[in-house]
């Protein structure tokens, strides 16, 4: 089915923003007809370059072709005119309308809105395998109905190849054999696809062909049928990244951390987003925790901190109940936070450093006593981090905004490793950080927890959490589901289990 | 030093450009700006205009500040206009009914308004807070009751009694007003050094302060807050509150320093003419200050404009066009100062430090 022609061929796409370059000269070429996978760990480049391949960014250098012509696009609407159609990870649909409206709203100008129109979506239905009713309403559709819808609306709109942009992130595993089976249909009918996932499994299961780009560059093209797991993560993560290997076991018989049953309903009702955790972090241990994103991290993370409302369960810091406590009077007691987004969550963007060094900390000494600031103990007090934590800054006057990522981070992990903490909950902390600043933060990881920091860790990164962690938890669907020993499992083995694939 | 010369450079650029469009205006209207501008500079010296200008300045600044505590945290309490009604009302009603030696009775006046501001601003705190209710319709619909309200506590069937053709309050012995300062002709009303005061105790609590600090990082980012252990809810109720309570005192200058009770005629406005104040004073405590100044001037300019033929309208159109402009100069300074950081930044942050050699 694979035709020799490239539906789509990107060369040399180089985009900067200050301070990083999403896109260094990434090729990828994607045969008319194939389903080509784009693989690569968060904050590899991967939605830059499909975001440049959509129009919704001008690229700095290199060149897009579409059917062997090279184009320019200006906006989405002329992907669209090109015959590339983009299925978002999160849906853009109108609950409140119906399959037929979602799909011509914007798009009345093709077939009408009347019978050339809905024939038309009758015969796409097939096409994509939408069972629905043309007239149902959208509220009252599954996942994986919405997922087709959009889809669909691609497909009207006269694309010829679609972007899938985590397509299964959201569905569960029969959805996503029943979306995969639909896929190759569609192949079959002449669509090209390109598939951007960091599930390798899937990844394997379903693409001809995997490009694989890792800090914004192409590291080259795999076969599926040929390539393993393993192969692939490192070709993902990189041999040359500094391991985050540590060396003795600095793990202590105290109670730091324990957390009984901790469950969190859903806002809007349905499945609890946290269920029935249990677990315990002891002085000098990292506990890190693996799972598909999206599975309740993020909200093990939050409801620790206390930043969630409705909790179940019971947190225990060093002995004392914090169930219903603040976010301030945990971070009083001794817990470090570093948030998964540190742009929204951990620093004032147009505030100076000085002042980022005080959120968090306005209650405490050295920063704060008796509801007043000192803001020469701040600025001190971040002239230590800048030293100390290699943050590369002309001053600590400067807008936070105006650092690099990679120095952001450092700046959050400095502040929130200052004051002695007892606890640190880090979420993601090496995320969107070149490799330099990887390994400085991983080096401080390693000497507080040597000097009896416990550290609850987060990561996609598995080679980090293996490589960090004294133990491994597993969560899925907010239920930790197993652990590991970091000494023997490999990354091959954790994916298994965070797919839930192992019993 | 360059922060410092941005806030200059934006403002005294905007009222350039200000000048300019309204002098284009005259011209096109048949009058000559430079008439205009004569007229308006000189008429500081004459009567009692320069001190006129320093006490509805006060009075100005006090209503910018209470819409500036919300705009820290992004909460745009339009609702000034009614707290600072209300609480005159009721400050006027209790002073003119009790009977007190001096200086207690005037507290009592300034602690009533405090209170009564607070209160009325109290019930849209908590609407925000406990039910996410947007602030902007609770404090707009809030004005409208405001002056319900007013009528019904000043009807003469209830605190009010007629006077005249006017219904008014019961006037305010003199033990409760507020003695000004002899300048000239005129008379510096006492609360303008209260309003300064509260100018300082504002700076100081925006930098110095546990709440101050929280109150701004809510405003720029909320959920940065919240991770930083920011009460998201008490900070709305108390930077409402404490909006609402300096909101109360707008209405002081006057009532304690002139005349001495609330009738009908009463002036109105104050309340939205502090949202734009804050705007041209970008919420800083001398920026307030500075834009009331400015304001207050223009608004003693129609009248001398008037005398010499010149249409008072265009007075309007310079504030107009004055607060246009500078929203539109801030913003564009912001974006370049950004810029030229960031180039700083990745400027420096290249360059390693080179490893000492050790000895």
């Known amino acids: 089915m694979t035709g020799e022609r490239d539906a789509v061929a990107l060369r040399g796409i180089t985009k900067r923003f200050p301070g990083v370059v999403a896109n260094d000269g990434v090729d990828l070429a994607v045969r008319t007809g194939e389903v080509h996978a784009l693989c690569g760990e968060n904050g590899a480049g991967k939605s830059t370059l499909m975001k440049i391949l959509y129009g919704m960014q001008a690229p700095d250098e290199g060149t897009i072709e579409v059917d062997g012509r090279r184009t320019h696009f200006r906006s989405p609407a002329d992907a669209i005119a090109a015959g590339i159609g983009m299925v978002h990870q999160h849906f853009m649909l109108a609950d409140n309308l119906t399959v037929t409206e979602n799909v011509l709203l914007g798009a009345e100008r093709r077939h009408g809105i009347g019978k050339a129109a809905r024939a038309r979506i009758v015969e796409l239905s097939a096409t994509v395998g939408l069972a629905a009713s043309p007239d149902a309403l959208v509220e009252h559709l599954g996942v994986a109905d919405r997922q087709r819808i959009e889809i669909l609306k691609v497909l009207y709109r006269g694309a010829r190849t679609v972007i899938l942009d985590e397509p299964t992130a959201v569905l569960v595993p029969q959805e996503v054999d029943e979306l995969f089976a639909t896929v190759r249909t569609m192949q079959g009918e002449g669509y090209t696809f390109l598939f951007i996932s960091h599930k390798l499994d899937e990844v394997r299961a379903i693409a001809d062909r995997i490009t694989v780009i890792r800090r914004g560059r192409t590291v080259g093209t795999a076969d599926p049928r040929s390539v393993t797991n393993r192969e692939l993560a490192e070709m993902m993560v990189g041999s040359e990244l500094p391991s985050p290997e540590t060396r003795d076991s600095t793990v202590t018989d105290r109670e730091v951390l324990r957390v009984e ?3 969190l309903p859903a806002p809007g009702g349905g499945r609890d987003l946290l269920d029935g955790v249990d677990l315990v972090v002891h002085a000098g241990e990292v506990l890190g925790i693996a799972g598909v994103e999206g599975n309740g991290q993020t909200e093990l993370v939050e409801t620790i901190m206390g930043m969630r409302r409705h909790a179940r369960g019971r947190v225990v810091l060093n002995g004392t109940d914090v169930s219903h406590a603040s976010t301030m009077s945990r971070r009083e007691a001794g817990v470090g936070y570093v948030p998964e987004d540190r742009s929204r969550h951990a620093l004032l963007g147009d505030r100076s450093l000085w002042a980022n060094r005080i959120l968090g900390f ?3 000494a050295p920063i704060a006593r008796h509801g007043l600031l000192d803001t020469a103990a701040a600025r001190t007090d971040t002239e230590r981090i800048v030293r100390d934590f ?4 002309p001053g600590i006057d400067v807008m936070a905004s105006a650092l690099s990522g990679g120095n952001q981070q450092k700046l959050v992990v400095g502040r929130e490793l200052s004051g002695d903490p007892v606890l640190l909950i880090a979420a993601h902390p090496t995320r969107g950080v070149d490799v330099g600043a990887q390994a400085g933060i991983w ?10 920091l416990a550290v609850l860790l987060v990561s996609a990164d598995l080679d980090e959490l293996i490589g960090l962690s004294d133990t491994l938890a597993v969560i899925s669907d907010g239920r930790l589901v197993g652990t590991a020993d970091p000494a023997s499992v490999t990354p091959e083995e954790l ?4 797919t839930g694939a192992a019993t | 030093m360059s922060r410092l010369r941005g806030a200059v ?10 000048a300019l469009l309204c002098a284009v205006a005259l011209v096109i209207s048949g009058a ?22 320093v006490n509805s300045a006060a009075v100005y600044y006090l209503a910018a500040l209470a819409v500036a505590i919300g705009f820290q945290m992004r ?9 600072f009604r209300v609480a005159a009302c009721v400050a006027a009603i209790v002073g003119g009914t009790v009977a007190l030696p001096p200086v207690l009775h005037t507290l009592l006046i300034i602690v009533v308004a405090l209170l009564t501001g607070a209160a009325w601003v109290a019930i849209p705190a908590l609407l925000k807070a406990y039910r996410g209710v947007s602030e902007v319709i609770s404090t707009i619909m809030l004005n409208a009751i405001a002056t319900g309200l007013i009528a019904y506590l000043i009807r003469a069937e209830t605190f009010g009694e007629l006077r005249g053709n006017n219904i008014t309050t019961p006037p305010i012995p003199e033990s409760g007003w507020f003695p000004g300062i002899e300048v000239g002709n005129g008379s510096i009303f006492g609360m303008v050094f209260v309003a300064a005061a509260l100018g300082v105790g504002y700076w100081f609590l925006l930098g110095r302060t546990r709440f101050g600090f929280e109150l701004r990082a809510s405003g720029e980012s909320a959920t940065a807050a919240a991770a930083g252990g920011v009460n998201a809810r008490r900070t709305i109720v108390v930077a409402l509150l404490l909006s609402g309570a300096v909101a109360g005192l707008v209405g002081l200058p006057e009532l304690l320093g002139r005349d001495h009770a609330y009738t009908l005629a009463s002036p109105q406005g104050y309340g939205f003419t502090g949202i734009a104040i804050a705007l041209l004073g970008r919420n800083h405590p001398v920026g307030i200050a500075l834009g009331a100044l400015l304001w207050a001037f223009l608004d003693k300019s129609a009248v001398a404009l008037d005398v010499v033929g010149i249409p008072r309208e265009i007075v309007l159109i310079m504030q107009g066009l004055i607060v246009l402009s500078v929203v539109v100069a801030y913003e564009v300074v912001r974006r370049v100062e950004r810029r030229a950081e960031q180039r700083r930044v990745a400027a420096a942050a290249p360059v390693q430090r080179p490893a000492e050699v050790s000895s």
């Open chain 2, 75 to 83: 909460l745009f309490n339009i609702g000034v206009e009614g707290q």
């Open chain 2, 9 to 18: 450079v934006a403002p005294v650029l905007a009222i350039a450009v200000a």
């Open chain 1, 443 to 452: 080096a401080e990881l390693r000497r507080a927890r040597a000097a009896g």
């Open chain 1, 495 to 498: 994916g298994t289990m965070m």
């Open chain 2, 32 to 53: 000559s700006p430079w008439t205009a501008l004569t007229t308006i500079l000189s008429q500081l010296g004459s009567g009692t205009v320069a001190v006129d200008t």
């Open chain 1, 390 to 393: 290699d943050v590369r800054t």
């Open chain 1, 362 to 364: 306005q209650s405490r």
């Open chain 1, 261 to 263: 049953g901790l469950g």
